[in-house]
């Protein structure tokens, strides 16, 4: 299992983002993905996910409404646009899919939002 991540970045407050995150090694278009994050000196959190069929998803309070999850599985690609972001979303973003009880991870991006 694979996880590609792309699209981290230096972004100012207001601003918006995509994340970008390629699968390879399993079959993507099965399962759930996730994105989290995790910001310095802070435990991982749950961000958002989205089902097989991208007909569920789930947001973290602090993202509804401003982040939107989504994925294309002809491509094998997850995405989270980012819109409205704020210095308190600067993390490392991770995207996530869990398989036979075990997790995955991408090997993380970098989004700053700072003036």
């Known amino acids: 299992v694979q996880l590609v991540k792309s699209g981290g970045d230096l972004v100012q407050p207001g601003g918006s983002l995509t994340l970008s995150c390629a699968a390879s090694?399993?079959?993507?278009?099965?399962?759930?993905m996730r994105w989290y994050r995790q910001a310095p000196g802070k435990e991982r959190e749950f961000v958002a996910s989205?089902?097989?069929?991208?007909?569920?998803?789930n947001y973290a309070d602090f993202v509804k409404g401003r982040f939107t999850i989504s994925r294309d599985n002809a491509l094998n690609t997850l995405y989270l646009q980012m819109d409205s972001l704020k210095p308190e979303d600067t993390a490392v973003y991770y995207c996530?899919?869990?398989?036979?009880?075990?997790?995955?991870w991408g090997q993380g991006t970098q989004v700053t939002v700072s003036s």
């Open positions: 090694g399993f079959t993507f278009r099965n399962y759930y």
């Open positions: 989205l089902s097989w069929n991208s007909g569920h998803t």
């Open positions: 996530n899919v869990a398989i036979a009880s075990v997790d995955y």
